[in-house]
């Protein structure tokens, strides 16, 4: 056994209202330069949707992640080195500029410059940002945003075509009817990685310390097997450098025991971060699994207990810091995915064992409920009504469980509970033992979930250890050295006239310490400005 940890995310998506604030954000910090004005790292779908690039959850099509050979041997699906070998020059199975969307920007000056009194109402016409002429914009990132192209385009949503006819003939696609939620997606940053095995150049690495898929701008020759082969395409090209791009899982911050800047700006607190020990060795079999039923059940048995005494030993032996074995027990996407069971991964079926889960909506289902003239306080009836629900647990165990519905309607069945728990415990104080046994969970365990997906603080939501102290001054020195930066290449994010600057977070007086996203003393802005002191308490000193 081999011991690893993971940087690792769970998005609860009852709470993501679309507002594409973590998008935004994202393009701000790492793709707001020429050669990446089509490329999103984090996007934010609307399901049932096609998604982004257009059904790249066709692996018919896309030939992406993995699958097993006759043998059952896992091999990918965009073939053995030899395939790759020949098609190294002419790749059929890349999305085109069309299938992702032609970056286009406004010409404004039209509506400020426009005389007054005209007769006809000026209008700015959107023009391509890669040529400059005038375009028909017809397709983009977020083009389902709100049921905005639905009706023309969800019906082929791959997911429905997964389903079976008679429940997929059950969705309809008007917008009073439609079932519809938001699912941000960035990297997986898998155990498994694809696009790691399919890279020719070893450009794509997983970091041992952390798990993080990344890039080596240096090492990479834009070969651009890495786009086929992730099956959530979510690598790539910037056509400025001709090198591959993906979410980096910002891993500076996550260095300093910050949080990712989509999480950091999620309006609807809907992100999780934290550490997950994993067993390596175990990697391979679990994503061998012959039935994809078992796959969510494989990989959550890849992971360890981090409170179990033979897990602290094997991480201490492996020279894992305390902190890190602390910060892994404090994690709250250790309590969703293996304590509480109700997160998910996307697509699992794809066999990169993903690292980024989901807790399923229920809204809708308690919509349905009050619909079907139900009581949507009766837990009976919830239970009920999920399993008569015309599309999500279907859909969703396309989405998040390779269709097995028995996995998804037992965690909407828990939230569900929760929720009739919670609301009984808070009007009149009754404790509904029988409805915590039919979920197997303990009251205290109920509780301690609503807290947490509800009304978690900062810390609780983002628990992220530091660097190891160990590699702490090299990474200090890497970051304040701009030729030291893979990411500083021409074109790259790093690229800028101003000098770099290393962003001191921990730089504090003494034994005192700050909060993550709060500046110490002593601690130094990018710019070198020293920063207010705040007490962890609320006050300022």
């Known amino acids: 056994m081999r011991i690893r940890a993971q940087v690792a995310m769970v998005m ?27 490329v999103w790292f984090n996007n934010v779908e609307t399901k049932p949707g096609i998604g982004y690039p257009k059904h790249y959850e066709d692996q018919e099509r896309w030939k992406g992640g993995w699958k097993l050979d006759a043998k059952g041997r896992l091999v990918l699906r965009s073939g053995g080195r030899a395939k790759r070998l020949s098609r190294i020059f002419a790749n059929p199975d890349l999305p085109s500029l069309e299938d992702y969307y032609e970056p286009a920007t406004f010409d404004k000056d039209l509506l400020l410059d426009a005389p007054a009194g005209s007769a006809d109402t000026p209008v700015k016409q959107p023009r391509s940002a890669l040529t400059g002429e005038p375009i028909r914009l017809e397709w983009g990132a977020n083009w389902e945003d709100s049921l905005g192209g639905a009706p023309e385009r969800a019906g082929t949503d791959p997911n429905l075509a997964a389903m079976d006819p008679e429940a997929a003939a059950r969705v309809k696609f008007e917008f ?14 898998c155990l498994n990685p694809a696009c790691v095995s399919a890279c020719p150049s070893g450009a794509m690495y997983k970091r041992e310390e952390d798990g993080i898929v990344l890039v080596d701008q240096d090492r990479c020759r834009g070969w651009r097997m890495c786009v086929s082969a992730c099956p959530y395409k979510k690598v790539y090209v910037n056509h400025a450098t001709g090198k591959a791009e993906k979410c980096t899982f910002c891993f500076p911050r996550i260095e300093a025991g910050q949080p990712t800047i ?32 078992e796959l969510l059940a494989a990989q959550r048995a890849v992971f360890l207990d981090p409170h179990d005494p033979e897990t602290v030993r094997l991480a201490a032996e492996a020279g894992l810091p305390e902190e890190w074995v602390l910060a892994a027990q404090a994690s709250p996407v250790w309590r969703l995915i293996g304590e509480y069971r109700i997160a998910l991964p996307l697509h699992p079926e794809y066999r990169t064992l993903p690292m980024v889960w989901y807790v399923p909506p229920l809204s809708p289902v308690l ?16 239970f009920h009504t999920i399993r008569d629900l015309r599309i999500p647990v279907e ?51 109920i509780e301690a979930m609503y807290r947490l997906l509800a009304i978690a603080k900062y810390d609780e939501r983002y628990v992220v250890p530091t660097a190891y102290d160990k590699d702490a001054a090299a990474l200090e020195a890497q970051a304040a050295s701009a030729s030291d930066c893979s990411l500083d290449c021409a074109g790259g994010p790093g690229m800028t006239e101003l000098p770099a600057t290393a962003e001191r977070f921990h730089l504090v007086s003494g034994d005192e310490r700050v909060r993550p996203g709060r500046r110490g003393l002593l601690s130094r802005r990018s710019d070198g400005r020293l920063g207010l002191a705040i007490d962890p308490a609320g006050g300022a000193s």
């Not at 619909?371 to 949507?376: E, I, K, P, T, V």
């Open 395 to 445: 859909y969703l165990a396309e989405l998040f469980a390779a269709g097995d519905s028995d996995a998804v309607a037992g965690v909407l069945m828990k939230l569900a509970a929760m929720r009739s728990y919670m609301r009984a415990r808070t009007l009149d104080g009754t404790v509904a033992g029988e409805l915590c046994a039919g979920v197997g969970m303990s009251s205290e365990q």
């Open 176 to 189: 009073e009817k439609t079932f519809m939620f938001h699912l941000p997606r960035i990297c997986e940053h």
């Open 262 to 293: 989509c999480s950091e700006t999620c309006v609807g607190r809907l992100r999780y971060l934290g550490l997950v020990f994993y067993d390596e060795d175990a990697v391979l079999a679990a994503a061998s699994v012959e039935d994809e039923h």
């Open 12 to 38: 609860n998506l009852d709470k993501c209202i679309g507002c594409h604030t973590c998008s935004v954000t994202c393009k701000q910090t790492w793709t707001n330069r020429e050669g990446t004005e089509y």
């Open 367 to 382: 919509d349905a409920v009050g619909a079907a003239g139900r009581d949507d306080t009766d837990a009976d009836d919830v």
